[in-house]
Structures are given as structure tokens and as C-alpha cells.
């Protein structure tokens, strides 16, 4: 699945043309290389996401289409 389309589904980020504005300015990064919003994302990816000072690492845990809300937090799990 594209990073892109994954950070949509898992609600990382609410929508995918703001993941991919993320992805183009740098602010993405899979296994501690930037990413563009085309990469494949695998199962066990460490996805890190800089929101200004503050960066957030996941770690993903499922690759799915289409989730429900309820259901999006178990498609990654949070790593410091």
C-alpha cells in the first residue's frame, strides 16, 4: 500500500492530499529515510512523522484497504 494512502487509513493523517503534501516536504520517514507519498509500506515499517518540534514514530502492525474508525489505531502501534 502507498505511504500516502496508509497515513489516510490509519488516521496518522486525516487526509491523504495533506499526507501527501507531508511526504513532499520532507516531513515523512520510513526506517529513518524520507519517503515519498509512492513508497510501499510494509508490515514492521517504523513510520516517522515531524509535526513542528514534535515527532511522532509508528510502528505498523496491519496493512488494510479499509478500516473503521474504531479500528485504525490497531493497524499501527506507537514507538519512542
Do not use: H
Not at 11 to 37: F, M, Q, S, W
Amino acid at each position: 500500500m502507498r505511504l500516502d494512502k496508509f497515513l489516510k487509513v490509519s488516521r496518522l493523517i486525516k487526509r491523504r492530499t495533506v499526507a501527501n503534501e507531508a511526504c513532499d516536504a520532507g516531513r515523512v520517514e520510513i526506517n529513518g529515510k524520507p519517503a515519498k507519498a509512492s513508497v510501499d509500506v510494509k508490515i514492521d515499517d517504523i513510520i516517522a512523522i515531524r509535526f513542528g518540534d514534535k515527532v511522532t514514530k509508528a510502528q505498523v502492525l496491519d496493512i488494510r484497504e479499509t478500516v473503521r474508525k474504531d479500528d485504525a489505531t490497531g493497524l499501527y502501534r506507537i514507538v519512542e
